[in-house]
């Protein structure tokens, strides 16, 4: 199974990203096994943590195919040759670079770059993007999501990232987004695995009603 054939299924097992940035390599399996064990089955390293590839490697040890482990803040070429080699098969980029998105699609890794506008979106989907993030989602409204989910491809997930809550991301969904990526409402430096697991079980109830 394709690493894009993962990014699709666990997201319909689980329609949320974890998105954990400023995890150390020291707690990132603890925080981990509070993500998966919530039901949670994607997980984004942003290579602006500390020593990310090395988390990244910890991650995808652990999980193997269990989980879909990958890097965030992806912004050049390079660094996805880089968490291809921790192990890593998602990359996640706060932008629209065609050349990143077609590094991780020739590597097999699953893409899913960030748009705001429609014409983000048509250059990554063009570039091979395998899902997009809405980025930042608070700068947007579950309308927006609703107005571009009238154009953009059914079959490319669009997930809202940014100031997503537990509290918020139904209306998210409601309006068409197909799930949310999770930042520092789930995690931020600092926080327990204990505490971290409580969110994610908030995020997935939320979620599933």
Known sequence: MTAADDFYRFLAECPLVAIIRGVTPDEVEAIG????????RIIEVPLNSPDPLASIAKLAATFGDRALIGAGTV?????VAEVAAAGGRLIVSPGTDPAVIGAAVAAGMASCPGYFTPSEAFAAINAGAHGLKLFPAEAASPAVVKAQRAVLPKDIPVLAVGGVTADTVGAWMAAGADGAGLGSALYAPGRSAEE???RAREFVAAVRR
Do not use: H
Request: glycine residues 6%; aromatic residues 6%; without cysteine.
């Open 33 to 40: 096994a509070a993500l998966f064990d919530a039901g949670i």
């Open 75 to 79: 912004l050049k070429v390079e660094q």
């Open 196 to 198: 971290t697991a409580q």
